[in-house]
């Protein structure tokens, strides 16, 4: 067994967050369209957590924000002269478009790929391969320049490029991915949960944006062993309730899965799948949350599941890192009190500030994308793409001095807005060492 650890690398959040109510059946994000944003805020909300989760003896990494406006999408629209050119004509022509060429949605990392250590595949590679996200147009832009920010960060992985940007492969990345184990470094196991048969009939109500094609795609791209895989149907009530990913209402690790009772299609079925491929390897532990004590509405709201469940240096029980909403909820927050006090798997719940990013509706865990590497992987990392006290200073110094205090749905008509978040990226990409060439608009 290879000594291994999780690692946590968080989307450093962009100068352009905003409210733009873009995500159809992200109820957090419709409810609060058009309000007005603080990018500055935000991006240090999401820095102190990284440093948290650094000081608590964790591995923590960083994964840069991505070029918004994205003026590759407005061309390939058929937009065309300089940037500012094409900013004020899209702004005329196509202002919906535009929007979702501003949207800062690239801070949730649990999208950016499904990752699978070397540890579970066949060929002993780490395998990442970015999602399409192709269910919607503001996320559909990302995964080009998701697969170069994998590729610079792990310059030894198997990155794999995104899945065809199709219906039928529609891929939403970690959020409908879990993986449980006995120790990190062993062989684990790897459910892939979907919304619908991409060749079935499209379902009423929100959009079930996983396909089942997409999951047994990555499988098979990642070298996966199919008796210790397995898929799972996320249950209608959970995504007309507002689960629009799987890590709403449900996250693993280690050995424990902690859902909600509605999270499954079938949970009986999703159980005996789960410890018929950990035979063997270790026996899961499936801890339910009953809607009886937290009603599915509560759950999502406060964003209860949507949490990181991590093992802490100096704990044998596991840590769920939860958002202040989910304190603030009187149903959420009895359970967890509850959780900590029985003697089961999770003993303790911390709770952080990502007030910025729940009002779109990403809550700790949409922030990080998990990715559990041996110490030999680790040493391999662009050296740019790890935490370090000295790399948060810097870029706390970086966001003081490039980030808006406050930024309203008419700033992003501001064509010096694009101006500074380029400025903004291009001095980032000398603070992480991207390279000179690492945005599209520096080509």
């Given at each position: 067994?290879?000594l291994?650890?999780?690692a946590?690398?968080?989307g450093?959040?962009?100068?352009?967050h905003?409210?733009?109510?873009?995500?159809?059946?992200?109820?957090?994000?419709?409810?609060?369209?058009?309000?007005?944003?603080?990018?500055?805020?935000?991006?240090l909300?999401?820095?102190?957590?990284?440093?948290?989760?650094h000081?608590?003896?964790?591995?923590?990494g960083?994964?840069p924000?991505?070029?918004?406006?994205?003026?590759?999408?407005?061309r390939?629209?058929?937009?065309?002269?300089?940037?500012?050119?094409?900013?004020?004509?899209?702004?005329?022509?196509?202002?919906?478009?535009m929007?979702?060429?501003?949207?800062?949605?690239?801070m949730?990392?649990?999208?950016a790929?499904?990752v699978s250590?070397?540890?579970?595949a066949?060929d002993?590679n780490?395998?990442l391969?970015?999602?399409?996200?192709?269910?919607?147009?503001?996320?559909?832009?990302?995964?080009?320049?998701t697969?170069r920010?994998?590729e610079?960060?792990?310059?030894?992985?198997?990155?794999?490029?995104?899945?065809?940007?199709?219906?039928?492969?529609?891929?939403?990345?970690?959020?409908?991915?879990?993986?449980?184990c006995?120790?990190?470094?062993?062989q684990?196991?790897?459910?892939?949960?979907?919304?619908?048969?991409?060749?079935?009939?499209?379902?009423?109500?929100?959009p079930?944006?996983?396909t089942?094609?997409?999951?047994?795609a990555i499988?098979?791209?990642?070298?996966?062993?199919?008796r210790?895989t397995?898929f799972?149907?996320?249950?209608?009530?959970?995504?007309?309730?507002?689960?629009?990913?799987?890590?709403?209402?449900?996250?693993?690790?280690l050995?424990?899965?902690?859902?909600?009772?509605?999270?499954?299609?079938d949970?009986?079925?999703m159980?005996?799948?789960?410890t018929?491929?950990?035979?063997?390897l270790?026996t899961?532990?499936?801890?339910e949350v009953?809607?009886?004590?937290?009603?599915i509405?509560d759950?999502?709201?406060?964003?209860?599941?949507?949490?990181?469940?991590?093992?802490?240096?100096?704990?044998?029980?596991?840590?769920?890192?939860?958002?202040?909403?989910?304190?603030e909820?009187?149903?959420?927050?009895?359970?967890?009190?509850?959780?900590?006090?029985c003697?089961g798997?999770?003993?303790?719940?911390?709770y952080?500030?990502?007030?910025?990013?729940?009002?779109n509706?990403?809550?700790?865990?949409c922030?990080?994308?998990?990715v559990t590497m041996t110490?030999?992987?680790?040493?391999?990392?662009n050296?740019?793409?790890?935490?370090?006290?000295a790399?948060?200073?810097?870029?706390?110094?970086w966001?003081?001095?490039?980030?808006?205090?406050?930024?309203?749905?008419?700033?992003?008509?501001?064509?010096?807005?694009?101006?500074?978040?380029?400025v903004?990226?291009?001095?980032?990409?000398?603070i992480?060492?991207?390279?000179?060439?690492?945005?599209p608009?520096?080509?």
């Amino acid at each position: 067994m290879s000594l291994a650890r999780e690692a946590n690398f968080d989307g450093l959040i962009g100068p352009t967050h905003n409210y733009g109510g873009l995500s159809d059946g992200n109820l957090a994000s419709a409810s609060n369209a058009g309000l007005v944003a603080s990018p500055k805020a935000a991006a240090l909300q999401g820095l102190e957590k990284m440093k948290a989760m650094h000081e608590a003896g964790l591995w923590q990494g960083i994964l840069p924000p991505q070029q918004r406006p994205h003026l590759p999408t407005l061309r390939r629209a058929g937009f065309t002269g300089t940037n500012k050119d094409i900013f004020e004509a899209a702004w005329k022509q196509a202002p919906r478009l535009m929007k979702n060429c501003f949207s800062a949605s690239s801070m949730w990392a649990a999208n950016a790929a499904t990752v699978s250590p070397s540890s579970d595949a066949s060929d002993g590679n780490l395998h990442l391969t970015p999602a399409n996200l192709s269910t919607m147009l503001h996320r559909s832009i990302e995964h080009p320049q998701t697969q170069r920010a994998l590729e610079t960060a792990f310059p030894f992985a198997s990155v794999h490029p995104a899945l065809a940007e199709q219906s039928v492969f529609a891929d939403e990345g970690a959020a409908n991915h879990v993986r449980l184990c006995g120790a990190r470094g062993e062989q684990g196991v790897e459910l892939f949960v979907y919304g619908r048969d991409g060749y079935a009939p499209t379902r009423a109500g929100y959009p079930a944006r996983q396909t089942l094609q997409a999951s047994q795609a990555i499988a098979r791209a990642h070298h996966l062993t199919p008796r210790r895989t397995v898929f799972a149907l996320q249950s209608d009530a959970a995504i007309d309730a507002g689960a629009f990913h799987n890590d709403v209402v449900c996250v693993g690790a280690l050995q424990t899965l902690f859902y909600h009772e509605l999270a499954f299609a079938d949970t009986a079925a999703m159980q005996a799948d789960m410890t018929q491929a950990a035979e063997g390897l270790f026996t899961p532990n499936f801890v339910e949350v009953p809607s009886s004590e937290v009603p599915i509405a509560d759950a999502i709201k406060a964003y209860l599941f949507n949490s990181m469940l991590v093992q802490m240096p100096d704990s044998d029980r596991l840590t769920l890192i939860a958002p202040l909403e989910t304190k603030e909820n009187a149903a959420t927050k009895a359970y967890c009190d509850k959780l900590v006090a029985c003697n089961g798997p999770i003993g303790e719940v911390r709770y952080v500030d990502v007030r910025q990013s729940m009002r779109n509706g990403g809550g700790p865990a949409c922030l990080r994308l998990r990715v559990t590497m041996t110490e030999a992987e680790w040493s391999q990392v662009n050296q740019g793409n790890k935490f370090s006290p000295a790399l948060f200073e810097e870029l706390k110094i970086w966001i003081n001095a490039f980030y808006r205090d406050a930024l309203a749905p008419e700033d992003l008509r501001d064509s010096s807005l694009m101006e500074e978040s380029f400025v903004a990226l291009d001095e980032l990409t000398r603070i992480m060492g991207l390279g000179a060439d690492f945005y599209p608009f520096q080509t």
